[in-house]
T-cell receptor, first 112, second 114 residues
C-alpha cells in the first residue's frame, strides 16, 4: 500500500537530548513537510522540502533540523535548543503544486 | 500573509441533524482550499478540496463545501451527521508558489450527541 510511515508512534526523551523522528513515503512525491500540532493551535509548519538535498524553514523552525538525502525520506531532528518539544508531529507529502498533502499517522513526542 | 480562521472551537450536533463548520481565509490570489478531518491521535484525512471551477465541492463521507469569494469563506456542510463524524476538522489554504505550504486553521472539534 502506498502511503506515509512515521515512526515511532510514541517517543519519550529526557530534556537536553536530541531526538530524530522518521518519515518515509512510497508515493513518489517530490514535496515533503513537517508540521507540529499543539492543542488549540492547529498545525504549524516546521520545515518543508520540494526536492532532494534542498529544504526551507517554515514558521517555527528554531530548534529543529532536517535532511533530505533521498526522495522517500525526510527525518526531523528535535534538538536540545527547542524550548518546548513535547507535541504531536505530523509528516506530509504532496505531488505537485495545488495537490493535496497526504499525512502520516504522527509521532507523539514527550520530553521529561 | 495567508491565514485561516475557524471561529468555532467546539460544536455539538445531534445525530441526524445538519452540520455547518465555518472557515474564513485571507489570501491575495485565488486560493487552493482544503478540509481535513482528524480522529484522536491520528493523522489528517482529506475530505475535499477546491482549486477552481464549480464553487460547490463534493467530498468523501457525504461532506460538501461551498467557496464564496465575496465572503472569503469555505464552509463545510453535511445534511445528516452520524456519530462516527465526531472528530476534529481543519480548514487549510494552500499558500505560496510551487508546492503547497498549507496554512491551517486552529480546528473545530465536532461532538455528536445521541
Amino acid at each position: 500500500d502506498g502511503g506515509i510511515t512515521q515512526s515511532p508512534k510514541y517517543l519519550f526523551r529526557k530534556e537536553g537530548q536530541n531526538v530524530t523522528l522518521s518519515c518515509e513515503q512510497n508515493l513518489n512525491h517530490d514535496a515533503m513537510y513537517w508540521y507540529r500540532q499543539d492543542p488549540g493551535q492547529g498545525l504549524r509548519l516546521i520545515y518543508y522540502s520540494q526536492i532532494v538535498n534542498d529544504f526551507q524553514k517554515g514558521d517555527i523552525a528554531e530548534g529543529y533540523s532536517v535532511s533530505r538525502e533521498k526522495k522517500e525520506s525526510f527525518p526531523l531532528t528535535v534538538t536540545s535548543a527547542q524550548k518546548n518539544p513535547t507535541a504531536f508531529y505530523l509528516c506530509a507529502s504532496s505531488s505537485q503544486r495545488g495537490a493535496e498533502a497526504f499525512f502520516g499517522q504522527g509521532t507523539r513526542l514527550t520530553v521529561v | 500573509a495567508q491565514s485561516v480562521t475557524q471561529p468555532d472551537i467546539h460544536i455539538t450536533v445531534s445525530e441526524g441533524a445538519s452540520l455547518e463548520l465555518r472557515c474564513n481565509y485571507s489570501y491575495g490570489a485565488t486560493p487552493y482550499l482544503f478540509w481535513y478531518v482528524q480522529s484522536p491521535g491520528q493523522g489528517l484525512q482529506l475530505l475535499l478540496k477546491y482549486f477552481s471551477g464549480d464553487t460547490l465541492v463534493q467530498g468523501i463521507k457525504g461532506f460538501e463545501a461551498e467557496f464564496k469569494r465575496s465572503q472569503s469563506s469555505f464552509n463545510l456542510r453535511k445534511p445528516s451527521v452520524h456519530w462516527s463524524d465526531a472528530a476534529e476538522y481543519f480548514c487549510a489554504v494552500g499558500a505560496g508558489t510551487g508546492f503547497q505550504k498549507l496554512v491551517f486553521g486552529t480546528g473545530t472539534r465536532l461532538l455528536v450527541s445521541p
